[in-house]
T-cell receptor
Framework: DTEVTQTPKHLVMGMTNKKSLKCEQH?????MYWYKQKAKKPPELMFV???????INESVPSRFSPECPNSSLLNLHLHALQPEDSALYLC???????????????FGPGTRLTVT | KQEVTQIPAALSVPEGENLVLNCSFT??????LQWFRQDPGKGLTSLLL?????REQTSGRLNASLDKSSGRSTLYIAASQPGDSATYLC?????????????FGDGTTLTVKP
């Protein structure tokens, strides 16, 4: 099973709301990633968790707060977002982040976020 | 800093044609290169992963090659079908960037006409 699942598929939220995106994988992968993708652009890395610890934060604003409760789950908590944060949010996983980064990334279907 | 370029940005071909998509990168010190396809509004589907020690990988009608010395990879699609219409992205993991961070090209949008 090479599936990464994400919920919800679509999310509309106001600028004062608090919401969470969820990602799950059962492939035994120990590295999990959040990406943001704007229309007609490639994905931009936001965060990387390796063995449930945050290893990369690409200078993402604090209104985005990641959490990795266990090796299968990854959350992205959203608070006080701006309209420009509207995008497709993608989760990915790989066997390991590792020093040699040799492993294949598997992506979920994404959450389409609209901030009004 | 690794830079990844995909040319052309868009390609339209008739059904049945064989085609080649290109991916160029500036820093040859790479761990691997991965090809993805993305349908509109969907996630990325992994097609092929080539490790730095490999020259090519094949899966069905797809063949990806890697030439590290020239900083190039190609994705060959044989006997194209309308269902192959999608955006194709290449992503490179490099020694000289944070481990685990991939550098993506902007993609090539392929349209296969029936």
């Amino acid at each position: 099973d090479t599936e990464v699942t994400q919920t919800p598929k679509h999310l509309v939220m106001g600028m004062t709301n608090k919401k969470s995106l969820k990602c799950e994988q059962h492939m035994g992968h120990r590295a999990m990633y959040w990406y943001k993708q704007k229309a007609k652009k490639p994905p931009e890395l936001m965060f990387v968790y390796s063995y449930e610890k945050l290893s990369i934060n690409e200078s993402v604003p604090s209104r985005f707060s990641p959490e990795c409760p266990n090796s299968s789950l990854l959350n992205l908590h959203l608070h006080a977002l701006q309209p420009e944060d509207s995008a497709l949010y993608l989760c990915a996983s790989s066997h390991n982040q590792g020093l040699y980064g040799a492993y294949e990334q598997y992506f979920g279907p994404g959450t389409r976020l609209t901030v009004t | 800093k690794q830079e990844v370029t995909q040319i052309p940005a868009a390609l339209s071909v008739p059904e049945g044609e064989n085609l080649v998509l290109n991916c160029s990168f500036t820093d040859s010190a790479i761990y691997n290169l991965q090809w993805f396809r993305q349908d509109p509004g969907k996630g990325l589907t992994s097609l092929l992963l080539i490790q730095s020690s490999q020259r090519e990988q094949t899966s069905g009608r797809l063949n990806a090659s890697l030439d590290k010395s020239s900083g190039r990879s190609t994705l060959y699609i044989a006997a194209s079908q309308p269902g192959d219409s999608a955006t194709y992205l290449c992503a490179v993991r490099s020694y000289n960037t944070n481990a685990g961070k991939s550098t993506f090209g902007d993609g090539t949008t392929l349209t296969v006409k029936p």
